[in-house]
């Protein structure tokens, strides 16, 4: 079966600075992994997602993430924050392209 | 945008009422998902279809059912609601291929007094 795990449900970080979310997945074959974004009575944003090839995935908006096999991780980052970027992120982990296992979520405030 | 609307976006029913969801697509994906998202749970699958009349079970099918008769309309019902169905639903589309990508609807707001 698989899984995803965010730590922390809410992250905050000032404008300009280094925003990082992490995600480690659990999955007993090779996954597919995604990340993607919620703005306030909105629907979900796929930032970006991996499949096969180069682990380091650039998405939209800045943002990129890096599969980490030996960690079982897909950590989100972007150099420097927006106010914009204020939102929540859901990491999410497949392996049929059916379905997709979400983890709870990191509600990320970004501090004029 | 994926072109994916829902309806209602808001409804408010009452405990042992039927209600019923629609995922209407314009894209003629073949795949098609209903979702719910509560809080400290993420994103739950409740039913998925991979074509007209084709349709399985999700994580968190119980007290609910689906109907798809056309490709681009996928209905979730709810035969009796309960509190416990009170949640925003999320419908969502995916093309042919096990790479591509999911796309989601605005979502609708259900509550169940």
């Known amino acids: 079966a698989q899984s995803v795990t965010q730590l922390g449900s809410h992250v905050s970080v000032s404008e300009g600075a280094l925003v990082l979310l992490r995600c480690n997945y659990s999955?007993?074959?090779?996954?597919?992994l995604f990340w993607y974004v919620q703005y306030p009575n909105q629907g979900l944003q796929l930032l970006l997602k991996?499949?096969?090839?180069?682990?380091l995935v650039k998405g939209i908006n800045g943002f990129e993430a890096e599969f980490k096999k030996s960690e079982t991780s897909f950590h989100l980052t972007k150099p420097s924050a927006h106010m914009s970027d204020a939102a929540e992120y859901f990491c999410?982990?497949?392996?049929?392209?059916?379905?997709?296992?979400f983890g709870t979520g990191t509600r990320l405030t970004v501090i004029p | 945008d994926a072109g994916i609307t829902q309806s209602p976006r808001h409804k408010v029913t009452e405990t042992g009422t039927p209600v019923t969801l629609r995922c209407h697509q314009t894209?003629?994906?073949?795949?098609m998902y209903w979702y719910r998202q509560d809080p400290g749970h993420g994103l739950r699958l409740i039913h998925y279809?991979?074509?007209?009349?084709?349709?399985d079970k999700g994580e968190v099918s119980d007290g609910y059912s689906v109907s798809r008769s056309k490709t681009e309309d996928f209905l979730l019902t709810l035969e009796s609601a309960t509190s416990s169905q009170t949640s925003v639903y999320f419908c969502?589309?995916?093309?042919?291929?096990?790479?591509?990508?999911?796309?989601f609807g605005p979502g609708t707001r259900l509550t169940v007094l």
């Open positions: 999410a982990v497949s392996v049929s392209g059916d379905n997709l296992f």
């Open positions: 894209e003629n994906h073949r795949y």
């Open positions: 999955s007993s074959v090779p996954p597919y």
């Open positions: 279809s991979y074509g007209v009349k084709d349709t």
């Open positions: 969502a589309i995916r093309g042919q291929g096990v790479t591509d990508t999911q796309y």
């Open positions: 991996y499949t096969t090839g180069a682990t």
